[in-house]
């Protein structure tokens, strides 16, 4: 729009120029199309908020199935947010910053620390919480997984330690859950950083909850609700392979006597040979390297099958 507004300023500029086009009528034409302008961006505002407003709709009334596939790509950007907020407790500093999830009157408690690669599970674990007796303490920092990695902001270190340090000191935590290892977009480069492992060791050090570590996700070149939307008659066309994108082997088995491993790779692609972005119409992912809230709270139940076999309720 404003691209368009710069066009017509620049044509009526060479109008006056060149034309002599009277002063008064140019300054006429500039309101209307200013006016035009405006009009357009309300149109286009108003369309985008019933557009979110018929996403929450169906989001409460868990008919997002029923909606077609396009739909739901072009709402994904609320559809992903489901119903925890992936800003709301998101530090943006060195400091700690922390929200209570799962059974907040609960006496024990799972923390879970790192970025957003860990936030992304918390509809599994605020389920998990509730059904359990067990307060999940969300403890997060944007692009910052535990201990870092190379892609991280200066501070995470920092944030790294006060994190270690406030869950050292919260004898309630029974459980830590943090990211494992770090994907990429390409090849299977899947590894565990030096500083993960490191912070591993501070947390055993540091606190007698049990660690366990959640394998990393898939990560892609292109966002995956672009290559639907752009295959919407034939979305296998967008499958990928498993192993093009993680280890053949879980890298982070390598140090069990620090953390405990679990893999949630088979609850977005049951087949290794050919993953889908779409399960019963609901993209999968919420842009090139996050799952979507929506479809993590959709597979719930089976991510708490597979908590149960590593923290059992106490």
């Known amino acids: 729009i404003l691209q368009m507004l710069r066009l017509f300023l620049f044509i009526f500029y060479v109008e006056l120029r060149l034309n002599k086009l009277n002063l008064i009528y140019f300054f006429i034409l500039i309101s209307l199309i200013i006016l035009a302008t405006i009009a357009i961006y309300t149109t286009l505002y108003l369309k985008n908020k019933n557009m979110e407003k018929k996403s929450l709709e169906l989001l409460e009334n868990n008919s997002l199935s029923t909606n077609r596939l396009k739909d739901n790509i072009l709402s994904i950007r609320v559809l992903g947010v489901s119903k925890i907020s992936r800003d709301e407790c998101m530090s943006s500093t060195d400091e700690v910053q922390t929200c209570i999830w799962g059974d907040?009157?609960?006496?024990?408690?799972?923390?879970?620390?790192g970025g957003s690669h860990i936030e992304q599970w918390l509809p599994i674990f605020d389920k998990y919480g509730k059904q359990n007796s067990f307060q999940v303490i969300q403890i997060t920092k944007a692009d910052c997984p535990l201990g870092g990695s190379e892609y991280s902001p200066k501070d995470c270190l920092t944030w790294t330690d006060k994190a270690i340090n406030y869950i050292a000191e919260k004898n309630t935590i029974k459980y830590i859950v943090t990211n494992s290892t770090r994907t990429y977009d390409h090849d299977n480069a899947e590894n565990v950083p030096k500083g993960y492992s490191s912070s591993f060791l501070k947390l055993k050090?540091?606190?007698?909850?049990?660690?366990?570590?959640?394998?990393?996700?898939?990560?892609?070149?292109?966002?995956?609700?672009?290559?639907?939307?752009?295959?919407l008659k034939n979305p296998e066309k967008c499958n990928y392979r498993l192993n093009r994108h993680l280890a053949i082997e879980?890298?982070?088995?390598?140090?069990?006597?620090?953390?405990?491993?679990?893999d949630f790779s088979d609850l977005y692609c049951p087949s290794t040979e050919s993953c889908d972005f779409h399960e019963q119409n609901i993209p999968i992912?919420?842009?090139?390297?996050?799952?979507?809230?929506?479809?993590?709270?959709?597979?719930?139940?089976?991510?708490?099958?597979i908590l149960e076999n590593v923290m059992p309720s106490q």
């Open 285 to 305: 992912f919420l842009d090139t390297n996050h799952l979507s809230f929506i479809y993590v709270d959709m597979i719930a139940d089976q991510g708490i099958r």
């Open 205 to 231: 050090q540091a606190s007698s909850a049990k660690l366990i570590g959640i394998r990393d996700n898939t990560r892609f070149k292109i966002d995956p609700n672009l290559c639907l939307a752009n295959n």
């Open 250 to 262: 879980d890298p982070s088995v390598q140090y069990k006597d620090l953390i405990t491993s679990i």
């Open 104 to 113: 907040t009157t609960a006496d024990q408690s799972i923390a879970l620390v």
